[in-house]
Nanobody
Framework: VQLQASGGGSVQTGGSLRLSCAAS????????VGWFRQAPGKEREIAAA????????LYADSVKGRFTISRDRVKNTVYLQMNSLKPEDTAVYYC?????????????????WGQGTQVTVSS
């Protein structure tokens, strides 16, 4: 599976962005998918994850109520809608596909990774 993340950019505090993770070479229909982020000098951390059919999602406490993960199985794409952005959301965002079908926040359960897209939130 090849994953292509897009949609990053620069916004001001309170702004919104929608990230997309498009898969090629193979369907993501049976995979849980997660969005991770990594700020400079920090560990990569989970932001949100979704199971294979979109029925279960999980979010990091820091993004709950502001971010929404969803998927379009026909388009083989997973989205991350980010609202009310804060400067602390500034990071490179990566999408990843797990070998399991459920939603998981465990980084070591993700097998396939996209290249990352930069999100910068200015105050």
């Amino acid at each position: 599976v090849q994953l292509q993340a897009s949609g990053g950019g620069s916004v001001q505090t309170g702004g919104s962005l929608r990230l997309s993770c498009a898969a090629s070479r193979r369907t993501l229909s049976n995979n849980g998918v997660g969005w991770f982020r990594q700020a400079p000098g920090k560990e990569r951390e989970i932001a949100a994850a979704i199971d294979w059919n979109g029925s279960t999602t999980l979010y990091a406490d820091s993004v709950k109520g502001r971010f929404t993960i969803s998927r379009d199985r026909v388009k083989n794409t997973v989205y991350l809608q980010m609202n009310s952005l804060k400067p602390e959301d500034t990071a490179v965002y990566y999408c990843a596909a797990a070998l399991r079908s459920g939603a998981t926040d465990r980084r070591n359960e993700y097998r396939y990774w996209g290249q990352g897209t930069q999100v910068t939130v200015s105050s």
